[in-house]
């Protein structure tokens, strides 16, 4: 087994696995709260938009094939070989049971929000990185904010041994009540374990009353000592 199969698999939790559980809280945003048969719903559309790339359970599948016999070390698929969010609209499509997700994700495939229907660009490698989402406007703020909270997680969680800092303005955006239990309790596991990763985590806000406002203030607690 090489290095980096090793260092995979010490992560634990697979990667389709891990992306449905931020996938569920990206759409928890969009499609409002769900239920349990909502989720279990969307989950199963999930797991087979993955499939149809060739990406399952096993995480070696997200290794590309045709490479590996030419190469020593394990060449990952490319972002062109990951599903977009059109995709998964068009699959949604051919079920009348989905066919209402289908149609709130309209905008975000076709309409004023479409620049969520592109592979992902963003260049991770400078020291400092700022996240400019508000141009998005007041509504959408949250799914933007949501996104790249989700690229940086990743790459605070790579090396441990590199110091770093996360900064959320307007964190009430993602803990309060436009917000949703997943979400916040993604946002929650980033403050509570950064420091494992040799990271730091500030949240800020104009107003502390609005972490208060959703499930009557669990993660406003959580967050504020």
């Known amino acids: ?31 409002g709260k769900l239920n349990e ?11 087979e938009l993955y499939k149809r790339k060739g990406i399952t359970f096993d995480d070696h599948s997200l290794y590309k094939k045709e490479e590996q016999k030419i190469s020593i070390k394990p060449i990952f698929k490319d972002t062109y070989d990951m599903p977009i969010l059109e ?3 068009n699959l949604l499509g051919e079920n009348n049971n989905t066919k209402k997700f289908q149609i709130k994700l309209i905008p975000f495939v076709k ?3 479409k620049f969520f229907n592109h592979y992902t660009s963003v260049e991770l490698n400078n020291l400092l990185i700022v996240a400019d989402v508000y141009e ?24 441990r041994t590199k110091k770093k800092a996360i900064y959320l303005d307007e ?20 403050f509570k374990t950064i420091r494992k990763y040799g990271g730091s985590s500030v949240a800020i806000t104009q107003d502390v009353s609005d972490l208060f406002s959703l499930e009557e203030g669990t993660y406003r607690k959580k967050h504020i000592k």
């Open 37 to 47: 048969e909502e989720k279990a719903i969307l989950e199963e559309k999930i797991i």
């Open 171 to 190: 964190i009430w955006r993602l803990i309060g009540v436009t917000s949703n239990k997943e979400v916040a309790s993604f946002i929650y596991k980033i």
């Open 111 to 113: 309409g004023s929000l």
């Open 87 to 89: 995709e998964f609209y």
């Open 136 to 159: 998005l406007g007041e509504e959408n703020l949250k799914y933007g904010m949501y996104l790249f909270t989700d690229l940086f997680w990743d790459k605070i969680k790579k090396d």
């Open 1 to 31: 087994m090489t290095l980096e199969k090793k260092v995979w698999k010490k992560r634990g939790i697979g990667y389709l696995a891990n992306k449905i559980s931020k996938l569920i809280g990206f759409f928890n945003l969009i499609f």
